[in-house]
């Protein structure tokens, strides 16, 4: 497949809501809690922070995007279509979360981090008292920006 730049322009159509004509859109749901949230539309889009575009034969496409939303909070994207192009064999999938490491951590699959070159968000090492060695921070309670450098501490005591 050819990499390029992408332009969401050129293809909302069919990875947003679309009420004249077809589109691969099918809501969007919670990193969270897994529930479905209000529709991203371009007018909720206030930046595209990373992208993904690739072409392959004939109409074939792979497009991953993390965009940062106009209220603060973040959302993902996970779209491709075959050879034929979008209407036959094609997916899209949308995850919004509160903040851009939920989105890059839950929102994204490992092969869609590696193609935007997005690495997991920090993990802590070792057991931190919560039953799982190497949790995420951000799915931690106790872990926030102010206190995570305290939790890690306690997790070596």
């Known amino acids: 497949m050819d990499i390029e730049d992408f332009d969401l322009a050129d293809h909302q159509e069919y990875l947003l809501p679309s009420p004249d004509g077809y589109s691969a859109y099918s809501g969007t749901h919670s ?39 106009t209220d603060g909070s973040w959302a993902t994207c996970m779209a491709w279509c075959d050879t034929t192009g979008w209407g036959c064999q094609d997916s899209v999938e949308w995850k919004w979360a509160k903040t851009r490491d939920d989105a890059i951590t839950y929102g994204l699959d490992q092969e869609a981090r590696t193609k935007l070159g997005l690495p997991l968000p920090h993990i802590h090492s070792g057991d931190v008292g919560l039953g799982s060695p190497g949790h995420v921070a951000a799915d931690c309670p106790g872990c926030t920006t102010d206190d995570e450098r305290e939790h890690a501490r306690r997790a070596d005591r």
Do not use: N
């Open 31 to 69: 990193v969270h809690d897994r529930s479905t949230v209000d529709d991203i539309t371009p007018e909720r889009i206030a930046r595209i922070d990373v992208s993904y575009l690739a072409r392959g034969d004939h109409a074939a496409k792979d497009i991953v995007l993390l965009v940062e939303l």
